[in-house]
Each structure stands twice: as C-alpha cells, then as structure tokens.
C-alpha cells in the first residue's frame, strides 16, 4: 500500500540524515506520481503528505485541474519542450530540470508566472541526458539571475547505480558544487538528489529534495521505466 511506502521512505530519510549528522527535517520528500491514479495520490494526501512531481507536461495539468486537493505542491521532474514551458510554469512551484541554455530566455519571458529552477547538471556526461556541463553552471546561474529567474539550487540524475554506493561519487561532486554556487548565489540552497535506488546516499551526502517513485508505490513494469527525461 502507498501509505505504507510513505511510511518507509520517511523512516529511511530520517535514518540516512541521522547517520550523516543533519535534521531530517531538512531533507524534502518529493513523491513522483507519474502513472499513479489520483486516488493512490490521495491516499497519500490523506496521509499527510503534500509535495507531489510529475514529470510531463499533460499530465501536470490533470491532475492540477482535476478534484485532488488544492493545497498539493506541485514540481516538475521532466524535461520541458519549450512549446509547453508556459503550462508546465503556470501549474507548477518548482522547475528541478533547467537543463540547457536554450530554454533559459523561455522560461524567463514568461515571468512573474514563472516559477523558481533547480539547474539539472549533466555529471557523468551522459550523451542520452540532458544537462549543464558542471563548467557551465556558474555562467547559467548568472545568466538566469539576470534575466530574473531565481535559481534555487541544482539537481543531478547520475547514472542508473547497480548499487546505491555507485551514486555517492557524483552525490558529492553536486555537493561541492552547490557549495560552490552559493558563494554568488546565497539563495541556491536546494540539492535535488536521490531516487528510489540511491535515495539513502544521496542524504548523508546533503540532499534537501529526494524524488521517490517506486520505493513508495512499488515496482513498475521495467519496460516503462525511466528513460533519459524522466525521473524515478
């Protein structure tokens, strides 16, 4: 049952933040509901929980429009086609995938509508992802900064772990750079990192934001699985 994953997940963030010395409280569990049903989505409300990511454009909408709860925070985790960046900006709070320069006047012309960004970088360099080069990122926060758009912090999908620990390098490698990032962008405080197959490391390693899938509702079919825009 998802209430009982919910459950889980908030027992493991909490064990991975007190292993790490940090407060649990500051690790954000953001729920992917691609593929759910509104009614497991609710189930979870219910449960208390408010912060919910979907990763396209349609079905953002879907469930904004539709009868769930209206005090639901809503992110998106996908990658945006600039022809629908304005409807992924007008039912969402927070962008986690700005991921190349090119959407960046985009999303900045549709200001004050436009949500804050999380920067997605391309670590391992990944040519199925998308993604600043960590060169890069310096330069797209001032540009974003500049063009108004608040640039909250970054996010990182590494490379699908066989094991958790297989993330812990490029987990540490964000850190650092949002370490880095601060120093001219003090408000860049968030680290999107960790999904259901290395969630546990991405915390000891700071993770603010954790985006959870499959270790809240359970396993999917592999063949709809992620591919290089979608999120766990």
């Not at 407060?23 to 189930?43: N, Y």
């Not at 409300?45 to 079905?59: L, T």
């Not at 992110?75 to 960046?104: C, K, P, Y």
Request: proline share 4%; aromatic share 4%.
């Amino acid at each position: 049952m998802a209430s009982d994953g919910l459950t889980d997940a908030r027992r493991r963030i909490g064990a991975a933040a007190e292993r790490s010395g940090r407060d649990p409280g500051s690790v954000r569990l953001v729920v992917v509901s691609k593929g759910q049903s509104d009614e497991a989505v609710r189930t979870l409300y219910e449960a208390g929980h408010r912060v919910f990511a979907e990763n396209r454009a349609d079905s953002l909408v879907a469930r904004r429009q539709g009868d769930l709860p209206t005090d639901i925070t809503w992110h998106f985790v996908g990658t945006v086609q600039r022809r629908r960046a304005r409807t992924i900006a007008a039912n969402s709070e927070l962008l986690h995938s700005m991921d190349r320069d090119r959407l960046e006047a985009t999303w900045a012309g549709l200001l004050p509508e436009a949500p804050p960004v999380l920067l997605q970088i391309n670590l391992a360099e990944e040519p199925q992802k998308q993604g600043y080069h960590r060169d890069d990122v310096f330069a797209a926060a001032d540009r974003l900064s500049e063009l108004g758009v608040v640039v909250r912090g970054l996010m990182v999908l590494p490379p699908t772990p066989r094991k958790s620990e297989d993330s812990r390098r490029w987990f540490t490698e964000l850190a650092e750079l949002g370490h880095a990032l601060r120093a001219d962008h003090p408000g860049a405080r968030e680290l999107s990192m960790g999904m259901t197959d290395d969630f546990e490391v991405a915390v000891e390693c700071g993770s603010t934001m954790v985006r959870l899938g499959r270790a809240i509702f359970g396993a999917r079919d592999e063949g709809k699985r992620i591919d290089s825009g979608q999120q766990d």
